[in-house]
């Protein structure tokens, strides 16, 4: 009986050592063109300044299985504005942009958006 209780002490004690996840990033987002089309597109993200992101990805992902994701890295303008271009919307049907944000010291902040190719 002891040794269970032992066990189960170390699995709350690992359990509390899992790594903090993304905090949620508060982003403007825009696709241009607008409505998203099949074609290779500009990507606006609008991040607080104050977060002093220093890298930005964004990676599309379709809601349906067997789609390979499309990867974007984000050039910085200044302002707290990144663009992502030539971001290969391949496909007709509904998306989901995670855009992933670093600032200097490490932290990750994340935000998705969805929206449909028609």
């Not at 066990?7 to 993304?22: D, F, N, Q, S, Y």
């Not at 991040?47 to 002093?52: A, G, I, N, Q, Y």
Request: hydrophobic share 40%; net charge negative; charged share 30%.
């Amino acid at each position: 009986m002891r040794r269970w209780w032992v066990v189960w002490l170390l699995l709350i004690i690992l359990a509390g050592c899992k790594p903090p996840g993304a905090e949620p990033l508060d982003a403007d987002v825009s696709i241009e063109p607008w409505p998203p089309q099949v074609r290779k597109s500009l990507i606006t993200v609008h991040v607080p300044e104050e977060l002093d992101v220093v890298e930005l990805k964004v990676v599309g992902d379709m809601t349906h299985a067997g789609m390979i994701p499309v990867h974007g890295e984000g050039e910085r303008q200044g302002g707290g504005t990144w663009l992502v271009r030539d971001f290969d919307i391949n496909m007709r049907g509904d998306w989901i942009l995670t855009i992933t944000a670093k600032d200097r010291e490490g932290k990750t902040y994340e935000k998705e958006v969805r929206f449909t190719v028609r």
